[in-house]
């Protein structure tokens, strides 16, 4: 396990006090190790979880050559170009066992979707195609052409593939995929747990009555939002004050029950220290200035108890902060500490609807609004005030518009990247 110090040594160029976002995901990618303990799920409970071993397919899918519709199959060796073919019908065939029969010379079978293709016949012709003459059916030229609408035997999957990797995040597909081949039950890493608490004298859990100068917690929802919809489990710890036995024994509680532990709140330079102190008196923490807005401050490190260890990621206090910053940095170093296969954000490119002032040298995240242009190009738009403390902002908006620590200005119709919500938030 690599100290704060041994990560800082390997990255070239790094300054905590103007980190860049890239560097940022780079040293997470370092100091972050996967879980290694697993277990065996039946197929309806593995949904959003991360597969702990290559999954081998014991059988091909599908298992025969099968009619990919209702139609007739024949032999396509009978195909004449520009003349019709007239067959004369042998029998039908049904979907779940073999026909018996054989079919001969100038003799077709009608046939079922998924009815397993008897031996000779290679091309089904749909029955809407065909013209019917009693137990006879004409072929009209030029509709079929060999090897139309078979399903081959393998197509899917052979039999010794691998079905699915190590690492690949169980959606809803991959669940049908894994019934398709028979498999009741499947090995996947251990869940993944996560402890959260928020920090300050001035924060207020709902239920308690308003005082002067004090706000109602909302971080400590969205990150539940943001935890939950990961796939995680969330230990929510509530609010800690700012008080220093607090606060120990909320960080050693935390890294006893958990494998990461996420705060929000007293990792600001004007903040008060006792936050900051205790990360720095429990564990092994870098504290950062971001090259970044918003959420400039963050706090990233390891908190040790009991010889036992949680990856610790100290958030800014101000909610479009947090979330940016959880998007951006968290989701992608748990996801790697959940055993998943590391990918890079999936950025989409819309044209800007207005001019946006951006200054090289940092990487900004705006809050904006993809819609459809006339034309059939994505467009997107702020969604205005961009204050790390507009919440709504983020409900208003469908994804984030990154503008890149190199990029300058925006003029309208400049394209953008797009971070799109969905699935995230």
Known sequence: MKSIEQIAAELQGYDPQAISAERVNDFLARLVEPVTATEDLGVFDALGRVLAQDVVSPISVPPHDNSAMDGFAFDSGQLRPDEPLGLRVAGTAFAGKAWAGTVGAGECLKIMTGAIMPPGLDTVVPLEFVKAEGDRVVVPPNVVSAGDNRRLLGEDLMAGEAALRQGQTLGPAALGLLASLGLPTVKVFRRVKVAYFSTGDEILSLGETPREGAVYDSNRYTVFGLLTRLGVE????????????????????????????????????????????????????????????????????????????????????????????????????????????????????????????????????????????????????????????????????????????????????????????????
Do not use: C
């Open 234 to 425: 969330v230990v929510d710890m509530g609010v800690v004050r700012d008080e220093p036995a607090e606060l120990e024994a909320a960080f050693r509680t935390a890294a006893l029950k958990a494998d990461a532990i996420i705060t929000s709140g007293g990792v600001s330079m004007g903040e008060a220290d006792h936050t900051k102190a205790m990360m720095k008196q429990l564990g092994d923490v870098a504290f950062w200035r971001i090259a970044m807005r918003p959420g400039r401050p963050m706090a990233v490190g390891r908190i040790d108890e009991a010889g036992k260890s949680a990856v610790l990621f100290g958030l800014p206090g101000n909610p479009v902060a947090v979330m940016v910053t959880f998007l951006a940095f968290v989701r992608p170093a748990l996801q790697r500490l959940m055993g998943a296969s590391p990918s890079e954000p999936v950025l989409l490119q819309a044209r800007s609807g207005e001019a946006l002032r951006k200054k090289p040298g940092r990487t900004e995240y705006q809050r904006g609004i993809v819609t459809r242009a006339p034309d059939g190009a994505l467009s997107v738009r702020t969604t205005g005030n961009q204050g790390s403390g507009v919440l709504s902002s983020m409900v208003e908006a469908n994804g984030l518009i990154v503008l890149h620590h190199g990029q300058g200005n925006v003029a309208v119709g400049d394209p953008v990247d797009v971070m799109m919500f969905d699935g995230a938030i």
